[in-house]
């Protein structure tokens, strides 16, 4: 599909009479080297750069007999690169693609994506999203390790527990917890650290820990929420702001809310298997696929399901509607070398947790990825599944161009970058498929 050159909004790096192929809609959510996702339009807008492969994925035609050559599986390393030309703003139509893990993103018809061969030699190849087809399987990355420097492992955790069982709507934060967890022993803790006092209400077999400070003077705890921007959200809105966020400060975050929201389960199948997950719940979409972004940057491999629950009718307080049963977002872990990366990298305070976790890692510890040399497979990328694909009409699309792959991170999948052709060249192939 080719597209038209009328109502462009910006352009640079290609000729003026260029026609455009692929893009992604605005708002889709692209990967940036200092740990940070950024808005399509945003990246073409400011030329940022973007996590693209230092290399050419081999997408030969597969040929078989004699004098074919070997194939290269290695599909390079993970790099920053600034976009060599990029485009914005263009009218296409506009695929929605959904995939197992649960992520979605919404590119342009022609858009380009390599993909796993599904019969025979399991090579990579291209295709258009239009071409796409459920089963197919789209590569995500699990050497994405690139952060910020914002924030500690301990300010980590401090959030984290707040985003799970915090109350941060009131003139003073608390925090709900059994008291003879080492979750509510870490909140004791920090809030002394910052000078605040610690008020304990017993309910039942929880504690409701309260953090005054002194009258007329700003809350050093309440200024720490402020300051990682998560003061004052609503239950279906907690997010944390995109802010290059530090290594250890994703990683005690994680562990907060495994801690306060999560679970670990062990589990045993009808042939006596034993295997297990990792689980987090929110009623918040943005903080659970931010979850799952920190998760993947981490190298740890997970999948996104909403459940829906039974709706209660409608009520109003004070004129406000109030919105119950809301659909339960759930980040889960469950392959194995998924459960012992993760295991190596949460600080769990919860001891049933910490040390169900711990036999979870022992359980699993002896499986390893699977690798052939027929199916190609590289460490440093996983493969999601097409699960769904449908067509939602005509939209504005951004997109760049990356060498020397061609290749960069959306959303958390590996995606092809837009590319484009001389007006002459498009002009012709246009009146041969007239013809």
Known sequence: MFVTRAGCRSMWGWAVD????????????????????????????????????????????????????PRDHSVGELVARVPDAAFGGTSQEV?????????????????????????????????????????????????????????????????GAMLGDGGMTSCTPEF????????????????????CGVREIPQGSIVRLRFPFRAGRRNPVTDCLRRFGVWGQRCDEKQLPAVPFSRDFWIGCLSGLIDTDGCVRERVNPRGTKHGSVEFATVSPPLAMQVSDALLRLGVANRVREARRQQEPARSISGYVITSR?????????????????????????????????RLRSTVGHVA???????????????????????????????????????????????????????????????????
């Open 18 to 69: 260029a026609v455009w192929h692929g893009g992604l809609v605005e708002g889709s959510r692209v990967w940036l080297p200092d740990g940070s996702v950024r808005a399509v339009e945003d990246v073409v807008a400011q030329r940022l750069p973007v996590l693209s492969f230092s290399k050419q994925w081999d997408t030969r035609p597969v040929r078989y007999g004699a004098n074919q050559g």
């Open 95 to 159: 695929m929605r693609i959904g995939f197992a893990s649960g992520r979605v993103v919404e590119a342009a018809s022609s858009q380009p994506w390599v993909t796993q061969r599904r019969t025979g030699r399991k090579a990579w190849q291209w295709k258009r999203s239009v071409d796409l087809v459920p089963g197919d399987r789209v590569p995500f990355p699990l050497s994405a390790a690139f952060f910020g420097t914002e924030g500690s492992a301990r300010e980590g955790y401090f959030v």
């Open 176 to 195: 709900h917890g059994d008291p003879r967890d080492g979750a509510v022993e870490f909140m004791r803790q920090f809030a002394v650290e910052h000078g």
């Open 326 to 358: 809301r659909p339960i977002q759930r980040v889960e872990i469950s392959r194995a070398t998924a459960l012992v990366r993760v295991a190596g990298l949460l600080d769990l305070r919860i001891g049933y947790k910490a040390s169900r976790l711990q």
């Open 369 to 435: 990825p699977a690798r052939s040399e027929m199916h190609g497979y590289d460490e440093s990328v996983a493969l999601d599944r097409v699960k769904s694909i449908s067509s939602v009409g005509v939209r504005l699309v951004h997109g760049v161009a990356v060498n020397p792959s061609g290749l960069f991170v959306v959303n958390g999948l590996v995606t092809g970058a837009g590319d484009a052709t001389s007006a002459a060249v498009a002009d012709c192939a246009l009146s041969q498929e007239v013809q």
